[in-house]
């Protein structure tokens, strides 16, 4: 799986739309995009996923460049409860084993501020 | 119901005791997951069970073991800990055990002394 870099920390103002960058400059063509994020002291929480277009549902937008190797998650309207520790995760979609498994990183850690 | 229920919430317990962690889930889920999460750091696999068998183990120490006695129960018996083994204990489940959209519970916190 590709490897993924986060900003380790971000301020977001109560909202406001918290844009969350992540960098993927490996991924490879069969390889989704996923965002979960982890309320201190709760489990990860699925988000939003894409391939190549850009996906909104309920909670997020996903945004993904042309080539791939970057996406912006996007909360349009940033809560108090949106703060969080926020994965972008890159996952092969063909693989075998431990390879199709969601592997996290480090995170973004957001802060939404009053 | 999109719950995944973990029991207990907190846990200590010695190096020499043995305990259980439990995981339950009513979404018909096939693949059914444990990581382990230590303070600051990200969640990391420890096991998957496909269709209650066990498909993955991330070369977990056996003083961990897993046991799926039924398509929607989890358990992790510990035996024999150490104190670098106290973490958050997360169980998870998804549709099929292709990694993809997984439902988190909220973990048990365990101390060992």
């Known amino acids: 799986d590709a490897k993924t870099t986060q900003p380790p920390s971000m301020d977001c103002a109560e909202g406001r739309a918290a844009n969350l960058p992540c960098n993927h400059s490996t991924i490879s063509g069969n390889e989704y995009v996923y965002w979960y994020r982890q309320i201190h002291s709760q489990g990860p929480q699925y988000i939003i996923h894409g391939l190549k277009n850009n996906e909104t549902n309920e909670m997020a937008s996903l945004i993904i460049t042309e080539d791939r190797k970057s996406s912006t998650l996007i909360l349009p309207h940033a809560t108090l409860r949106d703060t969080a520790v926020y994965y972008c995760?890159?996952?092969?979609?063909?693989?075998?084993?431990?390879?199709?498994?969601?592997?996290f990183g480090s995170g973004t850690q957001l802060t939404v501020l009053p | 119901d999109t719950e995944v229920t973990q029991t207990p919430k907190h846990l200590v317990m010695g190096m020499t005791n043995k305990k259980s962690l439990k995981c339950e889930q009513h979404?018909?889920?096939?693949?059914m997951y444990w990581y382990k999460q230590k303070a600051k750091k990200p969640p990391e696999l420890m096991f998957v069970y496909s269709y209650e068998k066990l498909s993955i183990n991330e070369s977990v120490p056996s003083r961990f073991s897993p046991e799926c006695p039924n398509s929607s129960l989890l358990n992790l018996h510990l035996h024999a800990l150490q104190p670098e083994d106290s973490a958050l204990y997360l169980c998870?489940?998804?549709?099929?055990?292709?990694?993809?959209?997984?439902?988190f519970g909220s973990g048990t916190q365990l101390s060992v002394l």
């Open positions: 998870a489940s998804s549709q099929w055990d292709r990694g993809e959209k997984l439902f």
């Open positions: 995760i890159v996952r092969g979609a063909f693989s075998s084993g431990s390879a199709r498994q969601l592997t």
């Open positions: 979404m018909g889920h096939r693949a």
